[in-house]
Every structure is written in C-alpha cells, then in structure tokens.
C-alpha cells in the first residue's frame, strides 16, 4: 500500500460513502477522525468498516496486523469541534444543501486556514456550498464512487474560485490513494451522475410500464452491455433516496424534464424502501443478501 500525502484528515458523515472513504484514507497511512453526530451512525459506520477489511482478510489481499492497524487509525466522534488539526476535511453528509453549508461554515470556523474543504457531493453545487465559507478557493468537490474501498475513481470538481493549488493537491492525494482522479466543471450531477441517473431512472420507468421484470432489466444490463451490475441492484447499492436527491438536482438545475424522477422510485422511497442499506429496494436483503 502506498502512502497517503496528508497524515492527518477529518471525514464529516459515517454512512454509506463516509465510512468508506475514512477506511480509504486510513488505509493508506492517514489518521482518520471520522465524525457523525448521530451515535447510532457511527457505530453503523465503524461496523461496516471492519465488515469490508474482514473482507479484504478473508480474500488474503490484507493480512490481519495491518487491518487492525488501519481500524485503529479510525477514531470516532460525534463531536464536530473535535476537528482541529486536520490538513483536508472531507465531507460526506446527506445530498441536503442546507446540511452541507451548516457543516461547512462549522468546519471553516474551526479548521486551520491552509486546510482543504473537501465535498463528496453527487450533484450539489461545490461553488454555493463553498459560499458558506470564508475560504472558496480551498473548497473543492472529491466524488468518490460506491464502494469506495474498490472504485478507482474519483471526480474532482472545481468550484468557481477553487485555486489551482487546491486542485493539484487533491489531484496528487487522490493518485496517492492510488485512485485515478478526473476533473470536471461544477454543472448539476457533474459527469458521473449526469450520465448515471437518467439511465438508472430509464430501468425504473421500465419496471413501472411493465417492459420486463426486475430480473430482466438488470440481466439485459449485465449480459448486453456487461455492466457489472444491473442499474436497478445499482440503485439499491448507492440508495434510492440518494438516486432520488441527485435526479432532484439535475432536473432542476438543468430545468429539462428528461431528469424527471420516475414516480416508482419516489413511491419506494415514500415507503422506506432505500435499497441495501434499509434491507429492501428492487430486491430484498432481509432474507439472504440480495445476488441480481
Ligand atoms: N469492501 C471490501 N470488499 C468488497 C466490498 C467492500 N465494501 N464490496 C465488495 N467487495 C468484494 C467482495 O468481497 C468480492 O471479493 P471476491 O471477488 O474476492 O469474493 C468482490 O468485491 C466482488 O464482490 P461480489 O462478489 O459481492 O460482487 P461483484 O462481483 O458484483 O462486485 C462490485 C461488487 C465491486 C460492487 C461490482 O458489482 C461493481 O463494480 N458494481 C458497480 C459499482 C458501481 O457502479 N459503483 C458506482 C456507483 S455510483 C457512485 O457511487 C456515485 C454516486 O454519486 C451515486
């Protein structure tokens, strides 16, 4: 493993991408704060992270010394003040822009000034989240992908007044997470999602108008364009509130009702139905964990 460039970095937000991306940096040397104020999803968070490097374990990819030296490195809080010295912050709270500027004038109050504020937003303007600080050029968009542990990539997104110098030096902590990093300008949903959701909101139209069944929508998917998973066991991979929250944006950031959510996915979501992580979405994950 390689050797992360910042030695010590905070993660705002314990869920699905915040734990993963706290296990990437602490992975690769860093000292971790990982913080949520809520208690419950911390736990959750710090669980799942030893549930993937028990994976890693298993496999024989990462010998058990090492896993249990890049837990240790992870360090709980439910305390924001808790972050201080800290050279990048990364955020990873929910798709919410008010949540995400409340956290971000918090991290600006308490940060040293030469350190980076990171978002992991999936569609959210980095340019008015970073209008919640007093430092915009030291505010930049850091989009990992689902599961973070795995994905090579990241998005960077530059924000209005991001400098050059924050763009370098996510670029060279990205590569030194040895992940690829590709830039891309601060339009609703960026590249990633803005290709990703309407395909993935297709596949629901098709199960709602009765095309084919969820089996045969993912298998078409996985069979006819080898995608490694089917767009509906994708959905439930990222969350569909989430899948919900970044087809908002891009259906009205880019005003074309092409991005229009499918009422079968806002119906789901009304019902609690959030994929993998609340046990049922497209597929069930109560019973035995869910194999499109
Ligand atoms: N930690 C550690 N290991 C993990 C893991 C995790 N979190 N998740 C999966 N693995 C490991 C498994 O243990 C397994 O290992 P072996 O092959 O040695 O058994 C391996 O990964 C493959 O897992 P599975 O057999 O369970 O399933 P799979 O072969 O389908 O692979 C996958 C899983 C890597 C997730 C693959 O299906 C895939 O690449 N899917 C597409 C993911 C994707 O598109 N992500 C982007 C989502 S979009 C996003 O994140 C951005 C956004 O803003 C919404």
Redesign the pocket.
């Known amino acids: 493993m390689g050797q992360c460039v910042y030695q010590r970095v905070a993660v705002i937000g314990a869920g699905t991408?915040g734990n993963?991306i706290a296990q990437t940096f602490a992975s690769f040397g860093a000292e971790v704060l990982l913080v949520d104020v809520n208690e419950d999803g911390l736990r959750k968070g710090v669980a799942?992270i030893e549930?993937?490097?028990a994976?890693?374990v298993?496999?024989g990819?990462l010998p058990e010394a090492d896993a249990k030296a890049v837990r240790a490195r992870v360090r709980p809080s439910t305390r924001l003040e808790d972050v201080r010295d800290v050279a990048l912050a990364v955020e990873a709270v929910s798709e919410r822009i008010e949540v995400k500027r409340k956290v971000f004038a918090q991290l600006d109050a308490q940060c040293p000034a030469a350190t980076i504020l990171a978002t992991n937003t999936?569609?959210i303007s980095i340019t008015e989240i970073a209008a919640a600080t007093k430092r915009a050029d030291r505010v930049i968009g850091m989009?990992?992908?689902?599961?973070?542990?795995?994905?090579k990539l990241v998005e960077i997104i530059r924000g209005q007044e991001t400098s050059d110098a924050t763009m370098q030096a996510i670029h060279a902590c990205t590569s030194s997470l040895d992940k690829t990093p590709v830039e891309a300008s601060d339009y609703p949903g960026f590249v990633?999602?803005r290709v990703?959701?309407p395909m993935i909101n297709e596949a629901v139209f098709c199960l709602m108008e009765g095309v084919a069944t969820r089996d045969g929508i993912d298998t078409v998917m996985k069979l006819g364009m080898n995608?490694?998973?089917g767009p509906l066991?994708?959905a439930d991979?990222?969350g569909l509130d989430?899948?919900l929250d970044?087809l908002e944006v891009l259906h009205e950031g880019l005003g074309d009702d092409k991005y229009r959510p499918c009422p079968l996915l806002r119906r789901y979501v009304a019902a609690g139905r959030l994929g993998k992580k609340s046990g049922k979405g497209f597929y069930d994950y109560d019973a035995a964990?869910a194999k499109?």
């Not at 989009?143 to 994905?151: D, K, R, S, T």
Request: overall charge positive.
């Open positions: 991408m993963g799942a549930g993937s490097l994976r890693f298993k496999k990819t999936s569609s989009h990992f992908m689902n599961p973070v542990p795995l994905m990633s999602n990703l959701m995608h490694p998973m066991a994708l991979l990222i989430v899948c970044i964990p499109a």
